[in-house]
C-alpha cells in the first residue's frame, strides 16, 4: 500500500530564505507526484506535476525533483516571501491502485 | 484556466438530514473525484467517476453516495447526515485518458452536522 510522507510538518523560516520542502513514498511505481499549495480554509492549487519520466520540473522560484529509486520528491522555494506562507502537500499517482494518494502536509511559514 | 466549482463555501445541517453537495467544472474533464480533509488525516478518497453515469468507491465510501448525470456536473450525497461527517469537502477533476494530467480542486466545502 502506497504511503506518502511529509516532513517536517511544519516550517518557520524568515523572509528571503531559501527552503526545501521533503516527500517521500513508499511504492518507486508511479504515474506521476504533483505538489499543491493550500491556503487556510481554501482547496488546493496545482504548483508543479513531474512525470514518471522526469527528475525536475520547474515554475517561477519553484523547482521540484523527483527520484522515484529512492521514492522521494523535494519543492524547492528560492527566495522566499510572506505570501509563500501556506500548507503545501505532495500527492503520487500510480502503484496499484493508480489513484492519487496525499501526504499530510507541510505548513510554512514565512516571516517578514 | 480550469474552473471547478462547489456550491456552498460552508453548510451547516442536522443530523439525519439528507445532504447535498454540488460541484461543476467548466473544462470537459472526464474525471471528478470527492475528497474529504481532516486535521491529520489528510486527504481521503470518498467517490470518483471516470464518464457520466459511471462511479467507483474511493477509500471512505460508507455512508456516502454520488450521482453524475452530466459530465460537467458531480454530486456528492449524504443520505443520513452524522455528525462525524462533519469535514472540509473537496471536489477534483483532471483529464481522462491522460493519466498524467494534473488534478485541479474546488475552493471546499465546510460541512457541519449538529
Known amino acids: 500500500k502506497q504511503e506518502v510522507t511529509q516532513i517536517p510538518a511544519a516550517l518557520s523560516v524568515p523572509e528571503g530564505e531559501n527552503l526545501v520542502l521533503n516527500c517521500s513514498f513508499t511504492?518507486?511505481?508511479?504515474?506521476?507526484l504533483q505538489w499543491f499549495r493550500q491556503d487556510p480554509g481554501k482547496g488546493l492549487t496545482s504548483l508543479l506535476l513531474?512525470?514518471?519520466?522526469?527528475r525536475e520540473q520547474t515554475s517561477g522560484r519553484l523547482n521540484a525533483s523527483l527520484d522515484k529509486s529512492s521514492g522521494r520528491s523535494t519543492l524547492y522555494i528560492a527566495a522566499s516571501q510572506p505570501g509563500d506562507s501556506a500548507t503545501y502537500l505532495c500527492?503520487?499517482?500510480?502503484?496499484?491502485?493508480?489513484?492519487?494518494?496525499f501526504g499530510t502536509g507541510t505548513l510554512l511559514a514565512v516571516q517578514p | 484556466d480550469v474552473k471547478v466549482t462547489q456550491s456552498s463555501r460552508y453548510l451547516v445541517k442536522r443530523t439525519g438530514e439528507k445532504v447535498f453537495l454540488e460541484c461543476v467544472q467548466d473544462?470537459?474533464?472526464?474525471?471528478m473525484f470527492w475528497y474529504r480533509q481532516d486535521p491529520g488525516l489528510g486527504l481521503r478518497l470518498i467517490y470518483f467517476?471516470?464518464?457520466?453515469?459511471?462511479?467507483e468507491k474511493g477509500d471512505i465510501p460508507e455512508g456516502y453516495s454520488v450521482s453524475r448525470e452530466k459530465k460537467e456536473r458531480f454530486s456528492l450525497i449524504l443520505e443520513s447526515a452524522s455528525t462525524n461527517q462533519t469535514s472540509m469537502y473537496l471536489c477534483?477533476?483532471?483529464?481522462?485518458?491522460?493519466?498524467?494530467?494534473?488534478?485541479?480542486f474546488g475552493n471546499g466545502t465546510r460541512l457541519t452536522v449538529t
Open positions: 473544462m470537459d474533464h472526464e474525471n
Open positions: 477534483a477533476s483532471s483529464w481522462g485518458q491522460r493519466y498524467n494530467s494534473p488534478l485541479h
Open positions: 467517476s471516470y464518464d457520466v453515469k459511471m462511479k
Open positions: 500527492a503520487v499517482r500510480g502503484g496499484a491502485t493508480n489513484k492519487l494518494i
Open positions: 513531474i512525470q514518471s519520466s522526469q
Open positions: 511504492d518507486s511505481a508511479i504515474y506521476n
